[in-house]
């Protein structure tokens, strides 16, 4: 075995390989080799069931730099906050209203943000059970994997290690860079998930669902807004709306009925 001890280079890098609730210490570990071999570093844990482990540095077997750097979060929320994109990794198509993508066409998309230093975030769910609803809820496009139909679903670290190469095969400057097209930058996960608490709110202040279960009409909008990949002063604009509808919604309640 011949891995290099050296120090990681010193580029910043704005991909993140966040794992939620893993099962098997030594998938951390062979997920931290999968990222190292492939020039990356940058590894998150979610509630991880058993960690610190021996297994972790075992399948690890010298990336010791990644394991050095390797970040702790206590929700997926929090290890995404300052996500401009969030791609969740599912082996099976979830009935979640989000566009789906393949790897090389998810990786189209990655490259250009990671070449205007934009923080991207892949995130991988539970080895058995998947990426949960809460966990979804953070993302804006889902990528598979196009497994074999009758048996989709990759070991944990191997699901990283296909990420990992296909991000290395993209940005050996394959994928010209496109010119950015905010001239604000865009927003963070954490802003958008104010923007949206902001806006539900709103919706229950004008009475928008009338009785209504409001799930299904938030996730449609949760859907597209994050299409439109707003920046953080569109943001601005668009919580000055709902409080002015807020502050309508209230002045008519006040009111006194004739
Ligand atoms: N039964 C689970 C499989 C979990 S495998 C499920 O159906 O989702 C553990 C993780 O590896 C998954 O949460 C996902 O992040 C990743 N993974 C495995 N196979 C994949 C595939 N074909 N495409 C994308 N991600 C995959």
């Not at 509630?47 to 050095?68: C, F, H, K």
């Not at 198509?93 to 943000?113: C, F, H, K, Q, S």
Request: overall charge neutral; charged content about 25%; some cysteine.
């Amino acid at each position: 075995m011949n891995q290099s001890t050296a120090a990681i280079p010193p580029a910043p890098q704005t991909v993140r390989f966040v794992l939620a609730r893993t099962s098997h210490p030594g998938n951390i570990g062979a997920a931290a080799r999968a990222i190292r071999t492939m020039g990356f570093w940058r590894l998150v844990l979610v509630s991880p069931q058993r960690y610190p482990d021996p297994q972790v540095e075992a399948m690890a077997a010298g990336a010791d730099d990644v394991l050095a750097h390797l970040v702790q979060a206590p929700s997926v929320t929090e290890a995404v906050a300052d996500c401009t994109r969030v791609y969740g990794l599912s082996a099976r198509r979830r009935g979640v209203n989000l566009p789906e993508l393949d790897p090389r066409t998810a990786m189209a998309e990655i490259v250009p943000l990671l070449r205007q230093d934009r923080e991207v975030a892949l995130l991988f769910g539970n080895e058995r059970s998947g990426l949960d609803n809460d966990e979804l809820s953070v993302c804006q496009a889902m990528v598979r994997i196009p497994s074999a139909e009758d048996f989709s679903s990759l070991n944990l670290a191997q699901a990283v290690q296909v990420m990992a190469w296909e991000l290395r095969m993209a940005t050996l400057d394959r994928i010209p860079a496109a010119p950015p097209d905010h001239d604000a930058p865009p927003a963070t996960a954490d802003q958008m998930e104010r923007f949206f608490e902001h806006l539900f709110a709103t919706l229950h202040a004008i009475d928008f669902h009338k009785g209504r279960s409001a799930e299904t009409i938030e996730l449609r909008l949760r859907r597209l807004f994050h299409r439109a990949l707003p920046d953080a002063r569109e943001l601005r604009i668009l919580h000055g709306v709902l409080a002015d509808a807020e502050r309508m919604a209230k002045l008519a309640s006040d009111t006194p009925k004739r």
